[in-house]
């Protein structure tokens, strides 16, 4: 593959609302490079779930394009569509609402290794243990049920989910959202480690500015369903140019100083 692993230009998708039309998302272009993190940021209604939407293909756009890993994958289907899906994987916010609370993580786990013939039915349990040690969790948590698991237990259950395709790309909405503050530091350094180590690139959407800054390389801000501005990570967050930008910086708690460089 030559050039960025997602790019997307053009992209749009309207709402009707009170007979009104709401652009959630308004010719927005990005790209995203191998094993990089691009982070989506802007106030609530912004159009950063949208995007995530459109990126996976839950939601169609009205226009627009989006190429991933060299093919055109609004014009995807079938068997190409499925094989392409697996390297593009999703992380939510709340993953007692993505799993069924009574499902064993063994099951949630089991799933994606059957419906993608990663591994033969008597190998599953091998590759079912060792994902769990993947991403910090015991072996023996596989026997129990979702919803009797911690939060962030499950969240680590749902990155193991996402990394049993062997992902190039995850996208992550508000996935440390819901997490305290000690639980989620530890998620982000599950997820540094996981790209350091496996090459993944991340499309990671926060509200938060002080996670932003902790794990994207670059960030794009939202504001009406468009983009405001994007660059650097840290270089954007710590010196804002568009007004929305400065708003948000102005409005969020305790961000760490500002790095000494902007890589
Ligand atoms: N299914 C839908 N039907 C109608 N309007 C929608 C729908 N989904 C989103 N919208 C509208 O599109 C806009 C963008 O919503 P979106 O959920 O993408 O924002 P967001 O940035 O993810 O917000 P939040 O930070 O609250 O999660 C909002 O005005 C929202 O009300
Ligand atoms: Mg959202």
């Not at 990155?159 to 997490?179: F, G, Y």
């Not at 499309?203 to 670059?218: E, K, M, N």
Request: proline letters at 5%.
């Amino acid at each position: 593959m030559n050039g960025p692993l997602l790019a997307v230009s053009g992209l749009s998708k309207h709402y009707r609302r009170a007979g009104k039309m709401v652009a959630a998302a308004d010719d927005v272009a990005f790209d995203i490079q191998p094993g990089q993190t691009l982070a989506l940021a802007g106030p609530s209604g912004s159009g950063k779930s949208t995007i995530a939407r459109l990126v996976l293909r839950l939601i169609e756009p009205d226009a627009g394009n989006i190429r991933f890993e060299d093919a055109d994958f609004l014009a995807l289907g079938g068997a190409a569509l499925r094989a392409r899906r697996a390297r593009l994987q999703m992380v939510f916010q709340d993953p007692l609402a993505a799993f069924n609370p009574r499902a064993t993580v063994a099951r949630v786990l089991d799933d994606p290794l059957r419906i993608h013939g990663i591994a033969e039915r008597s190998e599953r349990p091998r590759r079912i243990a060792a994902l769990l040690e993947r991403v910090g969790l015991p072996t023996e948590l596989a026997q129990r049920a979702i919803h009797e698991i911690s939060g962030g237990q499950r969240q680590r259950v749902a990155i193991a989910r996402a990394i049993a395709t062997k992902p190039s790309l995850i996208v992550l909405d508000e996935a440390v959202s819901a997490l305290d503050v000690s639980v989620r530091g530890k998620i982000l350094e599950l997820l540094l480690d996981l790209q350091r180590e496996e090459g993944i690139a991340y499309l990671f959407i926060s509200h938060d500015l002080g996670v932003v800054r902790a794990i994207a390389h670059r960030v794009a801000i939202l504001d009406g369903g468009r983009i405001a501005e994007s660059g650097d990570a840290r270089a954007v967050i710590d010196v804002p140019r568009s007004a929305i930008g400065k708003a948000l910086v102005a409005a969020a708690p305790k961000l760490p100083a500002p790095a000494r460089t902007a890589s």
